[in-house]
């Protein structure tokens, strides 16, 4: 079956736009992860989407970073007023989610550049 | 609290066989190891869920050691699909990964 999707897969936009990164789960899958990896760095955690639940929204670095996951499958994360340091790759993955951390299937990730 | 990969980096011969460790400073429900190619998604290598358990993926191994919060990845007889960056991620009993920096792993023909 398909994988976890993600577009664009590259985004370059000036400081000040608004940006929109997309992620398609696996099917049948409830759980829902966004991450950012800086350049050589590891994995921080933004936001976690599990079924209806209310998101887990911790992650996220400021007001400007938000994500919605409508119908339980798609997610949209928003980033409003880029800065130059929201420069990335954003890494979606998704998980069976029925009990506990489990195996979590990444998407191929969004690379966005801010210049 | 991040857990502490060791070592950062690591330099091999094709052949050899290599140790990644990932400590934690609070008690762990399960841990979790990923392998990120250079531009690529990570990739589940496996998961530890117990105490001690032991769990192998083609010539790659891994310890969790519950008590002592950490877990050790095995690589014996590296070969050259290895490289890569590998990642631990630990969990309490919350649902939530909590990832290492990664360990950088270079296998040279």
């Known amino acids: 079956g398909a994988g976890v999707s993600q577009s664009p897969s590259n985004k370059v936009t000036e400081k000040g736009k608004d940006v929109e990164l997309r992620c398609d789960p696996i099917?049948?899958?409830?759980?829902l992860y966004w991450y950012r990896q800086s350049l050589g760095q590891g994995l921080e955690f933004l936001i976690y989407f599990q079924g209806n639940s209310a998101p887990d929204k911790s992650g996220l670095p400021s007001d400007r970073f938000s994500a919605e996951r409508t119908g339980g499958s798609v997610s949209t994360l928003t980033i409003q007023r880029t800065q130059q340091e929201d420069s990335a790759v954003y890494l979606c993955?998704?998980?069976?989610?029925?009990?506990?951390?489990?195996?979590?299937?990444f998407g191929p990730g969004t690379r966005l550049t801010v210049l | 609290q991040q857990p502490v990969q060791s070592p950062q980096a690591v330099i091999l011969r094709e052949g050899e066989d290599a140790v990644i460790n990932c400590s934690s400073s609070?008690?762990?429900?399960?841990v979790h190891w990923y392998r990120q190619k250079h531009g690529e998604a990570p990739v589940f290598l496996m998961i530890l869920l117990k105490g001690g358990e032991q769990k192998g993926h083609e010539k790659i191994s891994a310890s969790f050691n519950e008590k002592k919060q950490q877990s050790s990845l095995y690589l014996t007889a590296s070969q050259l699909s290895y490289s890569g960056t590998y990642f631990c991620g630990t969990a309490d009993s919350n649902y939530q990964l909590i990832w290492g920096a990664g360990t950088k792993l270079i296998i040279k023909p």
């Open positions: 099917s049948g899958h409830t759980a």
């Open positions: 993955a998704s998980s069976v989610g029925t009990s506990g951390p489990d195996t979590q299937y």
């Open positions: 609070k008690a762990l429900y399960s």
